[in-house]
Every structure is written in C-alpha cells, then in structure tokens.
C-alpha cells in the first residue's frame, strides 16, 4: 500500500497541470460546438438546420425508400464505432492486467523508466473517455431507431394534419441522435490525445493542443463549413 502511494507521488505538478488541461480542454471544446446561438455556428449547429429541412421534404418524398437508407447508412456508421470502442476497452483492460509491454514500449520511448501503477493510471484516463465515447454511439443509435420509427408513423398524406407535426418530431430525435454521436466522436479524438501523456506531461500538453486545433478548425474553419453556409 505505502508503494503505491510513492509511486503516485511521482505524479509531478506538471502531470496535474495537463490532465487538468485534457479536461477542461475536452469540456470547453463541447460547450463551443454545441452553442446554438452562437454568431459563428459550428458544423454540427448548422447541421440542424439541415436534419429539419430534410424532414420537411421527408414528408413529400415519394417512395422513401431513400430516407430509410440514409438512416440505415448512419447506424452502420454508429455500428462500426462502437465495435471498434468495445476493441479498444478490452485491448485496455488487458494492458491493465498486464503492463509489461506497455511499459516497455513505454520505456523505449522515454528517457525515464516507467512505474507501472503510473502507466496503468495514464491508461485509465485513456479507457474513461473509450468508455464514454461507446455509452454514447450505444445511445446514439439507439436515438437513431427511435427517429426512424417516428418517421415511419408519419402520414403518407400531406395533407394530414400529424404530417408536419410528426415529421418535426422526427427531426428533433435526429438531432439529438447525431449530438450523442459527435459527443462520442469528440472522446475519441481525446482518447487518442491522452495517449500522449505516456510520453510524458509535455507531450500530453502537445496532444492536447493538436486534438483542440483539429476539432476547432473542422467545426469552425473547414471547407464544409463553408460550402453549408453557402446553401
């Protein structure tokens, strides 16, 4: 027990200083993207606007065949995630059971020899934000099958009064679908950004850096953005 407690004392102020910054980094990067009223929308706001648009002309789409397959394309998506988080957590866990190749990778990278109770912390935080990001595709495509049983109770009439109503309905449960899914995909891009800090405190402050820059630019500076505000 006192081992273990030397050994999470070599965690440094600096280690603090970048786990510290992962985590605000990874929230406030959240708060940013998803702020609906925000005078310099995110991608994932302005796709919104286009979820609901695309309900609209759901209702007057004859047949809507390719509706249903748009949504399938997007389970298939979620799928193909979540099985590749479920990989990663085992492949996780059995480096917790045993670290000695991680720590020897580790040591080969580093000038420093690794105490595994260290390492097995650092894989932890990585396993936190696998972990989150699967719960959320899981969600997520559970949100997607709510959405496409609204779409299917909407009238193929028109005319009818439940037409738009239901449509719109179906529209909302999209939306928040597709948040759960940029939501996972987010903690993933962290997942691989706190894989740094097995090479040090540094290097966790430099992943960090880059996997903030690389949500920020495709959110608010790529050429997506700017081909949606064109429409």
Partial sequence: MMTHFVELDLLSLL????????????????????????????VSVLMNDYRRDWMRQFITRTPRIFDATVLDGLRQGITFYASAC???????????????????????????????????????????????ALLKFVWSHRLFGYCSIMMAAVPNEVADPEALPRALQ???????????HNRALRSVY???????????????????????????????ASSSRQTMLRG
């Fill in 15 to 42: 280690d603090f200083i970048a786990l510290a910054y992962l985590l605000a980094g990874a929230m406030t990067i959240g708060w940013l993207i998803e702020r609906v009223h925000a005078r310099r929308p995110s």
């Fill in 86 to 132: 479920m990989l990663a957590l085992g492949g996780g866990l059995a480096l917790l059971g045993n670290a000695a190749p991680l720590e020897g990778l580790a040591s080969d990278l580093t000038v420093a020899h690794p105490s595994q109770v260290l390492l097995k912390i650092k894989v932890i935080v990585v396993l936190i934000f696998v972990a989150n």
């Fill in 170 to 180: 179906a529209a909302e449960l999209n939306i928040t679908a597709a948040r759960n």
């Fill in 190 to 220: 962290f997942a691989m950004g706190a894989l740094g800090w097995l090479l040090g405190a540094e290097a966790l402050l430099v992943t960090t850096t880059v996997t903030l820059w690389v949500l920020w630019r495709r959110e608010f």
